[in-house]
């Protein structure tokens, strides 16, 4: 007997919002809120953050968060990571329950001893920071509303046990590989899901594609670890994840999950 065919993928347009982000030539300024490096508007009470070593983070990106992202919309965002430290982000033996203050000592990592990054979201009406990021050029971002197909890879393994097809594309669906806020994650090595010390399961924000380089100034040093002279990544280039907590229970309570 032939062996059948294998099922073809399934594949429909989602109806969850999701914006490609974009990079402008144009200069940020100090009044910018969407941009790569310039000026961070922080948390209330929040200082520039430092890695565990000591050294003040790069601010890689920064954004509003469009209002119709379901549980984030009308947050600010901010990403920042040591321009010493350029590592990937896995914890030894994390359960899905994160430790208390996980944001600044994080599940006991493959290499770095402390948090090299810190993920900040908030809705704090507060003023850019005096002085800007010293390593990235400042540029704008833009984002263009889309519709991404999403498409489950191998749907007779998905949908043998019964499940009917909207369970399996919410469950299972994979999304664009873009630079993108909201929309469907495009999970490379499998959906990962972990819980915030107060009890709320972290919730998908955005993702970031594998080796997105962001232009350094020309008097910066080279990045550690570097996959392209002359921009700077976030964890080695790693295809990263972010999720934050719904609740909102503590401005850096946002977790990268990195993928390859």
């Not at 910018?32 to 929040?46: C, F, K, M, Q, V």
Request: hydrophobic letters at 35%.
């Amino acid at each position: 007997m032939s062996t059948p065919p294998a099922q073809p993928p399934l594949t429909r347009d989602s109806d969850v919002p999701m914006y490609v982000v974009e990079t402008y030539g144009d200069p940020a300024t100090p009044d910018s809120r969407d941009t790569i490096g310039g000026w961070p508007i922080l948390p209330a009470g929040e200082p520039w953050p430092r890695c565990f070593c000591g050294e003040r983070m790069i601010l890689f990106f920064q954004f509003d968060i469009p209002a119709d992202i379901a549980v984030f919309g009308g947050d600010h965002l901010l990403v920042f990571q040591c321009p010493a430290h350029n590592d990937a982000v896995v914890a030894q033996g994390a359960s899905e329950q994160l430790p208390p203050r996980f944001w600044d000592t994080p599940p006991p990592l493959y290499t770095a001893p402390g948090a090299f990054w810190r993920i900040l979201i908030h809705r704090d009406d507060t003023s850019p920071a005096a002085d800007p990021d010293e390593y990235l050029r400042p540029r704008r971002l833009d984002f263009r509303p889309a519709t991404e197909q999403v498409t489950i890879w191998w749907p007779g393994d998905v949908l043998s046990d019964g499940q009917d097809l909207d369970s399996a594309f919410t469950a299972h669906g994979i999304g664009l590989r873009e630079f993108k806020i909201g929309g469907v994650p495009s999970w490379i090595q499998g959906r990962e899901s972990y819980t915030c010390p107060c009890g709320n399961n972290l919730v998908y924000v955005c993702q970031l594609p594998t080796d997105t380089g962001f232009d350094k100034h020309p008097d910066r040093p080279e990045q550690l670890d570097t996959f392209r002279f002359g921009q700077y990544g976030l964890f080695l280039g790693n295809e990263t994840y972010i999720l934050a907590c719904p609740a909102h229970c503590h401005p850096a309570a946002a977790w990268p999950v990195n993928q390859n």
